[in-house]
Nanobody, 120 residues
Framework: VQLQAFGGGLVQAGGSLRLSCVASGNIYRIESLAWYRQAPGKQRELVATITSAGSTNYADYVKGRFTISRDNAKSTVALQMNSLKPEDTAVYFC???????????????WGQGTLVTVSS
């Protein structure tokens, strides 16, 4: 299973960006999808998650500004980021908890990350 994220870039504070991530490969089932981020010198932190049923969860610091969504048919997850702040600057990673084809085990997969830079 491979995850490819794209959509990062440079935006001014108050602006918006939309990240997307596509899962490909031999996938039996994707249980949950998530976005994490890692700012320079900091640990990776959870931004938002979405289950296969569509239930969502957000970190307090993005609630009301970010929206996570998924398209199960296309195995994609998106993160709409509005009202961006300089402190949102980070590399954003997509994550999938999935069962690969031919397996009964849930596995954890990571995308390569996409850089979001918010200027003040």
């Amino acid at each position: 299973v491979q995850l490819q994220a794209f959509g990062g870039g440079l935006v001014q504070a108050g602006g918006s960006l939309r990240l997307s991530c596509v899962a490909s490969g031999n996938i039996y089932r994707i249980e949950s999808l998530a976005w994490y981020r890692q700012a320079p010198g900091k640990q990776r932190e959870l931004v938002a998650t979405i289950t296969s049923a569509g239930s969502t969860n957000y970190a307090d610091y993005v609630k009301g500004r970010f929206t996570i969504s998924r398209d199960n048919a296309k195995s994609t997850v998106a993160l709409q980021m509005n009202s961006l702040k300089p402190e949102d600057t980070a590399v954003y990673f997509c994550n999938a908890i999935a069962i690969p084809s031919g397996s009964l085990e849930l596995r954890n997969y990571w995308g390569q990350g996409t850089l979001v830079t918010v200027s003040s």
